[in-house]
């Protein structure tokens, strides 16, 4: 399964290092101080090794600028194509690095991905068909057929699920904030979506954002032999980009989503 060589990747890339993990409380107030180790957490749902990684580049201005104009690029793009300007090892590698770097909560890393490409992709497109036919009003489904027609026309698609076991020992260990590690879990998945979905722009693919969970999430359990305390979120659909984005408004920033204090 596309997985486990993920896994071999992220472990093999080099870009890591592995070592003994370390948590810094804050002060007697700080919540994190009597968090248990990353290791204590992770005996129990997963079996992967702690590593840390290091960066000797020092971020910069100029960083910051050529950061902020890749997040501008990244818009949905519709019209994909079964190719990519990237081999299938760049795009692994992305994506090992999302989930390595992408934070969540109490570094619960809840956050679990598939990457299916080809024929694969393909299976998952028709599975969709297959199970909207059912339930689309028949004067629709020309519509939706089309629609889903574009997503299988793409070269790829990576599902985003959360880990159901993570979220329920987070809130076990942590009951005062029992009632707040769903949604957090839900953003730090949102995270790896954007990090992905903005490093394949940035690589010359084009993608866009569907949920067609849960209607889909036992065919692709079955299909793929993902455990079924994988909770599918988002399907990132990824290709070649054959036109360009919908023109976009915005609304106002200062004053209107943004406030300043004290500047
Ligand atoms: C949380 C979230 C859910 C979205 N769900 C869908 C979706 O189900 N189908 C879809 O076509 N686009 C979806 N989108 C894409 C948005 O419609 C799109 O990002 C927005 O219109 C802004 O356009 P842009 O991505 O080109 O900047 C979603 C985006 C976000 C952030």
Request: aromatic share 10%; glycine share 6%.
């Amino acid at each position: 399964m596309a997985t486990s060589t993920i896994f071999k990747r992220s472990i093999h890339s080099g870009v890591v290092k592995i070592t003994a993990p370390r948590l810094r409380g804050r002060g007697v107030g700080d919540i994190r101080a009597c968090f248990p180790s990353t290791s204590t957490l992770h005996q129990q749902t997963t079996s992967t090794t702690k590593i840390k990684h290091f960066s000797t580049t020092q971020p910069t201005a100029k960083m910051s600028t050529s950061f902020l104009e890749t997040v501008k690029s990244r818009r949905t793009i519709y019209q994909l194509s079964k190719s990519s300007p990237i081999s299938d090892a760049k795009i692994q590698e992305i994506i090992s690095q999302a989930i390595l770097h992408v934070p969540s909560s109490f570094n619960s890393q809840s956050t679990r991905i598939v990457l299916l490409v080809k024929e694969e992709h393909d299976k998952l497109w028709e599975i969709t068909k297959e199970i909207l036919k059912a339930i689309v009003p028949a004067d629709g489904w020309a519509a939706t057929e089309g629609r889903l027609n574009g997503f299988k026309a793409a070269y790829g698609t990576v599902l985003f699920f959360e880990h159901r076991p993570t979220v329920s020992s987070m809130q076990e260990k942590f009951a005062l904030y029992a009632d707040k590690f769903p949604g957090w879990a839900t953003q730090s998945d949102a995270m790896h979506q954007f990090t992905i979905w903005t490093a394949l722009e940035a690589e010359g693919l084009g993608a866009n954002l569907q949920h067609y969970n849960p209607l889909i999430d036992q065919k692709v359990q079955e299909t793929w032999a993902i455990e079924k305390d994988w909770e599918l979120n988002a399907q990132l659909v990824f290709g070649k980009p054959e036109g360009g984005p919908m023109e976009k408004d915005f609304m106002g920033v200062e004053g209107e989503r943004f406030k300043v204090f004290g500047v």
